[in-house]
């Protein structure tokens, strides 16, 4: 059986184009991961402006080291975008330092707080009366602010139905050949196909969940894998 959507084995390396979707299998997988992971919303307590700032910080780093570069800059006090623009530039880089690009992230980071203050008076609560659509476009129009991170915030904050799409995510898309290419918006809009909206946020974070816990990118854990026998992954080892 065909996990994904191709009924043979091979690594995507170029737009293909796809037989029709086979949904069954892959809701069986979800259903074992659902049972499996209980997943809760990370931003839950955090005002949006803290959230935005540590996807933005979260790019090209780990989640650990994420974590921590957060919990030192919310050791300054709130994450806001007057605290943000009053910090001197060169004390918030170090900060960043440990999460990478920081030289890069700040001037993105400041120059996002100062427009969140022009145009929503400091509270991006206002987008969360946007329809998803508006929201998204909104938020894109923010410098470092791409598909994925509008999407996260989207489904974090507002609770959207957004299907972000991670490096873990984006792994899983590709080894169970869920969508036509490896571009972005491919592969959401064929994960939204699979996974209803009222289960779209549960269901990207037991995605996430799955891939941090088993399906590594290097050495997956396929002995310790609760759908090793629904799987027909290439790199799928043998138990």
């Known amino acids: 059986m065909s996990f994904g959507i191709w009924a ?4 995507i390396t170029a737009t293909l184009v796809p037989p029709p979707v086979q949904p069954t299998a892959f809701q069986r997988v979800y259903q074992v991961l659902r049972r499996r992971y209980r997943v809760r919303n990370w931003a839950r307590g955090r005002n949006p402006f803290d959230v935005l700032v540590s996807i933005i ?13 957060m919990t030192a800059l919310r050791s300054r006090g709130a994450i806001t975008p007057k605290s943000l ?14 999460a990478g690009l920081a030289r890069q992230k ?27 659509a508006t929201a998204r476009e909104s938020l894109m129009r923010l410098p470092g602010v791409g598909p994925k991170t509008a999407d996260v915030w989207l489904a974090m904050v507002a609770r959207r139905d957004t ?16 969508a036509p290419s490896e571009n972005y918006e491919d592969v959401t809009e064929a994960l939204k196909k699979l996974i209803p909206p009222r ?20 050495n997956p854990a396929c002995r310790e894998c609760p759908i090793y026998r629904l799987c027909d992954a290439a790199e799928r080892r043998p138990r």
């Open 8 to 11: 043979g084995r091979e690594v």
């Open 57 to 69: 910080i979260s790019q090209n780093s780990t989640d650990l080291v994420t974590a921590r570069v």
């Open 85 to 98: 623009l009053v910090m001197p530039p060169r004390t918030l880089v170090e900060i960043l330092k440990p």
């Open 106 to 132: 700040v001037p993105r980071i400041r120059e996002i707080a100062r427009r969140i203050l022009r145009d929503y008076g400091g509270d991006l609560d206002r987008l969360k009366t946007l329809d998803t």
């Open 163 to 178: 299907m972000p799409v991670d490096t873990h995510i984006h792994r899983l898309a590709r080894r169970w050949r869920l």
């Open 199 to 218: 289960s779209r946020f549960r269901g990207h974070l037991i995605l996430i969940e799955f891939g941090r816990d088993i399906c590594h990118a290097r």
